[in-house]
């Protein structure tokens, strides 16, 4: 029972869940009517999603008890599992995959359906961290940028090959790591622009091999047309035709019908006033945000970007005065990945980015992305709360120090 001490957890980082928990909940009830209308029932959606947060909040207190040498072990068994099951994704016919719109990123294991594209973003950071940690020397610097550069490769290919948004982001998250871990700019910026070469070859490629001669792609990155039509449909003017309602970009058009409506006022139309939540597919889901910004308005917007920036400024004031480096790394790429999957999100939502399919963490409505984001929570808490606890005993032994020092009086 000792080692349970409320006292030495960290109430920012729970005050900021807690926050995004409440807006999810809010958000959810209004969002989440087609859900409604389709299972015949106001609390059967939410009361799911309910579910997986309150298992979600369960697995952030208990985790944070564990101390981060045993979370970054954990770590590498956690990478070895997803990796594979990402790759399972790539086996034509595997009966454990399920293809939902096209896409096979999802994993179907004793009934339970999760995307390990997810366990394996987890992983990667807590396993990337680690090794750029063990940096002494100069030396060592080149040997670990290889390392980490191999293991983010085998495990981004499957990854792209369905989700080449999340691969884009992890790629981000990893390019933070080495920066931050001083790795030399001619390993780190030559990556980048091997790597923008690669997208822009891919991109000419399927652009005139495939789109504009109206050919399918087949094999594992079949769903590259797809990606290649949502930069098109975004970054072409084509003389206004994005505004006349098509299958394609149905979500983009009533996102922005939202977002105009909620702009109306500071606090938009009030929450449970949506329309647009009827005609939006998925409101519930990636385009989420443009739901809150109806409801909410600009005052909403802000106070939500303000929660997910508070999160990487929180992460950075306690990897600031932590002497651990690989918790350092391990904190500030997990609040990297949640802050910048929530910014992508946003700026999809209010049209300024491509689709991307990037779900709000912790808002939009999901199992595995609400689970895996509390456990980034759990962990980052956990850092903070050993490190409150060290200076706890720090301070203890100073204070002991200083009474067993004898008075000495000169008479």
């Known amino acids: 029972m000792k080692k349970i001490n409320l006292q030495n957890i960290d109430r920012t980082f729970w005050g900021l869940y807690i926050a995004l928990i409440i807006v999810a909940i809010i958000a959810l009830f209004s969002a989440s009517s087609t859900l409604v209308y389709m299972h015949h029932s106001a609390l059967g959606p939410i009361g799911q999603q309910m579910f997986f947060i309150v298992l979600g909040v369960i697995a952030a207190f208990g985790i944070q008890y564990i101390p981060s040498y045993w979370v970054r072990f954990g770590g590498y068994l956690l990478l070895a599992v997803s990796t594979l099951l990402v790759y399972s994704t790539m086996i034509p016919g595997n009966p454990l995959v399920v293809t939902i719109n096209g896409a096979a990123r999802w994993v179907r294991i004793a009934g339970i359906t999760f995307q390990p594209s997810e366990l394996a973003k987890l992983s990667l950071i807590i396993v990337i961290a680690d090794q750029l940690a063990r940096i002494r020397t100069e030396d060592d610097k080149r ?225 595995t992305s609400v689970l895996i984001t509390s456990i980034y929570f759990g962990i980052m808490m956990g850092v903070s709360r050993e490190q409150l606890a060290l200076r706890e005993r720090v301070q203890e032994t100073i204070e002991e120090s200083e009474e067993e020092v004898p008075i000495v009086t000169l008479e």
């Open 143 to 367: 040997k670990y940028f290889f390392r980490t550069l191999i293991i983010a490769a085998v495990v981004m290919l499957p990854i792209m090959a369905s989700n080449l948004s999340t691969a884009v982001l992890i790629g981000l998250i990893i390019f933070c790591l080495w920066i931050l871990a001083h790795i030399p700019w001619k390993y780190t910026l030559s990556v980048v622009g091997i790597a923008i070469v690669v997208l822009c070859l891919g991109y000419a490629i399927v652009e005139f091999g495939f789109v504009r001669p109206g050919r399918q792609m087949h094999g594992p990155f079949k769903r590259a047309t797809t990606w290649v039509s949502r930069i098109d449909r975004h970054f072409v003017d084509d003389g206004g035709s994005k505004y006349v309602l098509t299958d394609e970009n149905i979500q983009e058009v009533y996102a922005a019908v939202a977002i105009a409506r909620g702009g109306t006022t500071p606090f938009g139309v009030l929450p449970g006033n949506s329309k647009e939540r009827d005609y939006l597919p998925l409101a519930f889901a990636d385009y989420i945000f443009a739901i809150i910004v109806e409801e909410s308005g600009i005052i909403g917007a802000a106070f939500l970007i303000f929660l997910y920036l508070a999160i990487l400024f929180r992460a950075c004031n306690v990897s600031s005065r932590y002497n651990d480096m690989p918790a350092m790394l391990m904190t500030m790429g997990l609040a990297l990945m949640i802050t910048c999957q929530a910014l992508i999100s946003m700026l999809v939502a209010v049209g300024l980015g491509p689709v991307t399919g990037q779900p709000l963490p912790l808002v939009s409505r999901g199992g």
